[in-house]
């Protein structure tokens, strides 16, 4: 059973402590954030996950793609859209992608074993590497205001021109050696999203992907269930140790052939759930929608959390999943 993590991983920025990242610095070319890029892939790593993240270390899930898109502005913890959205010219996470492969490389020789999570409908053997995270269309439109070109019933087009930004930014991430793609759409449970908008922007990221295409929708999930089991993914990730109500909602469903990323450990509290409990709802899972058809992950991403209860929680996470072979 294959496990992974959601995204983000605790993070700081590090001060140059030698001579040579201080005259790095002062040419401009030090990155204060690769030391917490390479804590959080060594700790994923060491902690035994299958598919890890670069840790998303540079910023909030708005804030990484805000800052870089042409149309849009971030400042002062807010984001905007001030002019037409607009792809990017480079990448904006492939860079941090291929960092993170090579320092999981660097520690287990061979960690990328697979670039494709999902053979047929069968999970492949072994695999382990990084996956590609985008951060939705719809959150991204939602969460910023509108200000300058979009009017507020422009909303819909905005976020189809968004997905024509992150379809090119999947595809980077897909050359940049991902092991699959996973879009960010937490609006998506709120009730204030139009789903057949969103639908229509994840087939539009999806197009000309060779390797699978995750979406991850947190939150109790009862009102919009049904209509996000339509959409055009592979993966389905939501969260059940913190929203036990969700697990219900998988009773007599057919899934139509798609996996479910099963949120096992909360992400909302340090308090680390020990082996046993994680063990305990990831069983209650497999009786539901069984072993073959599940990925073990984190509700959400840990941003939130301290480093040691994020790498416990990890563990624990992991162990819990070998107790089932």
Same mark, same amino acid.
Request: aromatic residues 6%; proline residues 4%.
């Given at each position: 059973?294959?496990?992974?993590?959601?995204?983000?991983?605790?993070?700081?920025?590090?001060?140059?402590?030698?001579?040579?990242?201080?005259?790095?610095?002062?040419?401009?070319?030090?990155?204060?954030?690769?030391?917490?890029?390479?804590?959080?892939?060594?700790?994923?790593?060491?902690?035994?996950?299958?598919?890890?993240?670069?840790?998303?270390?540079?910023?909030?899930?708005?804030?990484?793609?805000?800052?870089?898109?042409?149309?849009?502005?971030?400042?002062?913890?807010?984001?905007?859209?001030?002019?037409?959205? !607009?792809?990017?010219?480079?990448?904006?996470?492939?860079?941090?992608?291929?960092?993170?492969?090579?320092?999981?490389?660097?520690?287990?020789?061979?960690?990328?074993?697979?670039?494709?999570?999902?053979?047929?409908?069968?999970?492949?053997?072994?695999?382990?590497?990084?996956?590609?995270?985008?951060?939705?269309?719809?959150?991204?439109?939602?969460?910023?205001?509108?200000?300058?070109?979009?009017?507020?019933?422009?909303?819909?087009?905005?976020?189809?021109?968004?997905?024509?930004?992150?379809?090119?930014?999947?595809?980077?991430?897909?050359?940049?050696?991902?092991?699959?793609?996973?879009?960010?759409?937490?609006? /998506?449970?709120?009730?204030?999203?139009?789903?057949?908008?969103?639908?229509?922007?994840?087939?539009?990221?999806?197009?000309? /992907?060779?390797?699978?295409?995750?979406?991850?929708?947190?939150?109790?999930?009862?009102?919009?269930?049904?209509?996000?089991?339509?959409?055009?993914?592979?993966?389905?990730?939501?969260?059940?140790?913190?929203?036990?109500?969700?697990?219900?909602?998988?009773?007599?469903?057919?899934?139509?052939?798609?996996?479910?990323?099963?949120?096992?450990?909360?992400?909302?509290?340090?308090?680390?759930?020990?082996?046993?409990?994680?063990?305990?709802?990831?069983?209650?899972?497999?009786?539901?929608?069984?072993?073959?058809?599940?990925?073990?992950?984190?509700?959400?991403?840990?941003?939130?959390?301290?480093?040691?209860?994020?790498?416990?929680?990890?563990?624990?996470?992991?162990?819990?999943?070998?107790? !089932?072979?």
């Amino acid at each position: 059973m294959l496990t992974t993590v959601v995204g983000s991983f605790p993070a700081n920025k590090h001060p140059p402590s030698s001579w040579g990242q201080k005259i790095s610095e002062f040419l401009g070319s030090y990155d204060p954030y690769y030391r917490a890029l390479e804590i959080a892939v060594q700790n994923q790593v060491k902690a035994g996950v299958n598919v890890i993240s670069d840790g998303q270390v540079r910023g909030s899930m708005v804030e990484l793609f805000a800052r870089s898109i042409p149309g849009m502005e971030y400042a002062d913890g807010t984001s905007s859209i001030t002019g037409k959205i !607009l792809p990017v010219n480079n990448s904006i996470g492939a860079s941090d992608l291929k960092k993170a492969l090579n320092i999981a490389n660097s520690i287990e020789p061979g960690f990328k074993k697979s670039a494709n999570v999902i053979i047929g409908n069968e999970f492949a053997k072994e695999v382990y590497g990084v996956k590609g995270i985008i951060t939705g269309p719809t959150t991204m439109v939602l969460s910023s205001r509108m200000e300058g070109f979009y009017r507020q019933e422009d909303r819909s087009q905005a976020i189809i021109d968004m997905a024509r930004v992150m379809k090119k930014e999947a595809q980077d991430l897909q050359n940049a050696g991902a092991a699959y793609i996973q879009v960010d759409e937490p609006f /998506l449970s709120t009730g204030i999203a139009d789903l057949k908008t969103a639908s229509q922007a994840m087939k539009i990221v999806g197009e000309e /992907l060779r390797i699978p295409l995750a979406m991850h929708v947190c939150g109790e999930l009862s009102n919009v269930f049904f209509e996000i089991l339509k959409f055009p993914v592979d993966i389905l990730d939501f969260e059940f140790a913190g929203n036990h109500t969700n697990l219900s909602l998988l009773e007599n469903v057919d899934l139509g052939g798609k996996k479910i990323g099963f949120g096992c450990i909360d992400t909302k509290t340090v308090k680390v759930e020990s082996v046993e409990e994680i063990h305990k709802l990831i069983n209650k899972g497999m009786d539901i929608v069984g072993k073959e058809k599940m990925i073990i992950d984190p509700d959400c991403g840990m941003r939130m959390l301290n480093q040691e209860s994020a790498i416990q929680k990890l563990k624990n996470m992991t162990e819990a999943v070998k107790w !089932l072979s």
